[in-house]
């Protein structure tokens, strides 16, 4: 049956091997040659396709109904050789169900027709055509190597209510001779009842589908309304999505917060007279959950949001879409509009214009189709979840865009409830450190002063005293160690109430930071342990803030992939003009980087992408930005611990 498509060398669709025929495939052979001396009567031959309309309409599983149709196809006409090819929404063939040639003529062929030559004849013009012989049709295209030889031709549109769902392919009846105006006949009539059976099929698979949507949708539904799930939700989603809409990669992205942005990243900043209005988002976006091919080397990537899918989704307000890349052409050049040529950011696919910002479509070697739907809340646009097949692979379809639209949603929901769960923790907590921070103040450091100062008079009178002279060196020095304990004790007291007095809103660097360690929380099944020293939201600026989030975003996701750790502990400090980030875990950690190898010494430094692990590409990430700020990045392991450290010079 390839004669006709010609061998594509990168042909796209899904193969459907052939299978022994079913029992209706049987009866309907039995029948339909079962005429007196070897010929088949008018009455043998609608016995034969009643049998066949049965077979076919009785099954509802798509597979097995394309498999029946081909069956029987082949057996009513008396053909050597059968095929049905299904047509996507594209108007290409998506699936290529064929019988008569063994698995050895198969694999000598190799690929499968595109659709091309008489193939695509009967596709185009969506009538039946019949042939005495392919060869000597001007629209054949000829046959791949390997192929065996046919001659006559029948084929036949499958269609239902107007709409054509494929071809039924016939070459070389079993008795030598042309297909007759009765066999395109008893074809056309098996094709009308395959069409309805295709249709029902697909409607069976549809129902089935939004079922499985509407399930996933109220378990999401459910622990949306359980408390401190946070980012888990997030991830639930996006592997319901993952899973029901049949995709290769999902993400959700989220905006990169910057001062003088609302909460969909639109700018607040006034346009004359005391006017405000919102313009596109013209910011960042973070992956901030990735499933599916490559998801573990992308959360945490940012990308420029307006020339991107998520960004332009963000933007309008709805579902956008780009159609599938043509077989072998990948992501690149196809032109898709506001997406795939001119997305940028280290986050996606070549097009015409470079690399594409396209979240999830950075996970996939070559891009087909890809969605991106917005998380619209009360508060405005939060993100977009974005969602991609590999390139050869069908367009999404309405249903996909509206169940995916549909969690898309459930994600705003969940988004909006952890910020306020979160606003009203920090007021409780916030409430609660003024307490503490009053009661230090006025009990717990007056009462060391006065320790202090009455261990100072303790000091001078045992100088005084001659009884004690000989003994006074000695008491003075454990009096002096004791004052210096209790003035170290005041000065970290002192630390504690800063920390504790400082304003703590959402997007302060301190609560930015407190954000990233407990989204760790989760997956490793405790809370990190977060220290703060010195003054670290005095100088983490918008730019540092966002390295020194992602430097703690790949560092705890790797802990949580390779440490097995029981306990992290996190310190950002500020030493003069050093920042520096500490991660400590109890995992043995595996092995150590170094600056020429990422995987065997101290220094971590930005060589070794190419070849490097998705684990050894993010340390190289981390070495990568440390060295723009003048710092420097190491990784230490032992049998006990391993220490990550990351460092930038403020002066730099």
């Known amino acids: 049956m390839h004669e006709v498509g010609a061998a594509a060398k990168h042909a796209h669709e899904r193969v459907v091997q052939p299978a022994a025929p079913v029992d209706g495939g049987r009866l309907m ?33 798509l597979p097995a109904v394309l498999r029946r149709i081909v069956d029987a196809a082949r057996a009513v006409s008396g053909a050597s050789y059968a095929a049905l090819g299904v047509i996507g929404a594209d108007g290409r063939l998506e699936q290529f169900v064929h019988s008569g040639m063994d698995a050895a003529t198969v694999e000598r062929i190799g690929h499968l027709p595109t659709g091309i030559g008489v193939l695509g004849a009967v596709i185009d013009t969506a009538a039946p055509i019949r ?39 016939l ?43 509407l399930r996933a949708s109220a378990e999401i539904s459910r622990d949306l309304l359980r408390p401190r799930l946070g980012e888990v939700v997030l991830v639930r989603i996006a592997d319901a999505v993952l899973r029901l809409a049949d995709a290769d990669a999902v993400t959700i992205d989220l905006p990169a917060r910057r001062p003088g942005t609302d909460v969909d990243g639109s700018s607040t900043s006034p346009t004359g007279a005391g006017a405000s209005t919102q313009q596109p988002y013209a910011g960042e976006l973070v992956v901030e959950v990735a499933r599916g091919v490559g998801a573990e080397s992308r959360v945490g990537t940012a990308y420029a949001a307006y020339a991107s899918l998520a960004g332009r989704a963000m933007r309008e307000r709805r579902a ?15 032109g898709a509009e506001g997406g795939l040529a001119a997305l940028d950011g280290g986050n996606g696919l070549g097009g015409q214009g470079g690399m594409g910002g396209m979240g999830g479509m950075a996970l996939l070697d070559a891009v087909g189709a890809a969605m991106a739907c917005p998380l619209v809340g009360d508060a405005g646009v939060r993100g977009a979840v974005v969602v991609t097949r590999r390139a ?13 639209e549909q969690l898309a949603t459930h994600a705003a929901v969940a988004l909006e409830l952890a910020d306020r769960r979160a606003a009203e923790e920090r007021v409780a907590v916030l409430e609660d450190r003024h307490r503490i921070a009053r009661d230090l103040h006025d009990h717990v450091i007056q009462r060391i002063f006065a320790t202090g100062l009455t261990l100072d008079a303790v000091a001078e009178r045992a100088d005084a005293s001659p009884a004690g002279a000989s003994e006074a060196p000695a008491v003075r020095e454990i009096l002096g160690r004791a004052v210096e304990d209790l003035d ?9 109430i ?101 995987r065997r010494g101290e220094d971590v430094r930005a060589a070794g992408h190419e070849t490097a692990t998705p684990r050894h590409r993010g340390l190289a990430n981390l070495a990568s930005r440390a060295e723009a700020r003048g710092g420097h990045c190491s990784l230490q392991s ?8 990351w460092t930038a010079r403020l002066d730099a």
């Not at 001007?138 to 494929?166: D, E, I, N, W």
């Not at 956008?320 to 196809?334: C, Y």
């Not at 170290?488 to 504690?496: D, F, L, V």
Request: aromatic share 4%; glycine share 10%; charged share 25%.
């Open 29 to 61: 052979v039995e029948t339909v040659a079962s005429g007196p001396n070897g010929q088949h009567s008018s009455e043998d031959r609608l016995r034969g396709l009643l049998a066949a309309n049965r077979s076919v309409v009785s099954e509802l599983a």
């Open 131 to 169: 042939l005495h012989s392919i060869s000597d049709d001007p629209r054949a295209s000829g046959f791949p190597p390997g192929h065996p030889p046919m001659k006559t031709f029948l084929g036949v549109p499958v269609r239902s209510r107007g709409q054509v769902y494929g071809n039924l392919y």
């Open 171 to 213: 070459a070389d009846r079993s008795d030598g001779a042309d297909f007759t105006p009765d066999d395109e006949d008893l074809v056309v009539a098996l094709a009308a009842s395959a069409g309805i059976a295709i249709e029902n099929a697909r409607l069976y698979e549809e129902s089935r589908r939004r079922q499985e949507w």
């Open 320 to 334: 956008v879409l780009t159609e599938p890349a043509p077989s072998g052409a990948g992501a690149a050049g196809s």
């Open 392 to 404: 050869g692979r069908p367009a999404f379809s309405p249903a996909d865009v509206e169940m995916a």
């Open 488 to 496: 170290e004790t005041i000065r970290q007291i002192r630390a504690s």
């Open 498 to 598: 800063f920390e504790l007095q400082e304003p703590t809103g959402i997007t302060g660097p301190r609560a930015r930071l407190r954000e990233v360690v407990s989204a760790a929380a989760a997956p490793l099944g405790f809370d990190p342990a977060l220290h703060l020293d010195g003054p670290v939201s005095s100088v983490l600026g918008a730019s540092l803030l966002h390295d020194v989030t992602a430097v703690l975003r790949e560092a705890l996701t790797n802990v949580v992939k390779h440490a097995g750790a029981k306990a992290v502990d996190v310190r950002v400090s500020v030493d003069g003009p050093i920042f520096s980030v500490e991660v400590t875990d109890d995992g043995p950690g595996g092995e150590t980087a170094t600056s020429a190898d990422p």
């Open 638 to 645: 032992d049998e006990r611990t391993t220490v990550l450290t």
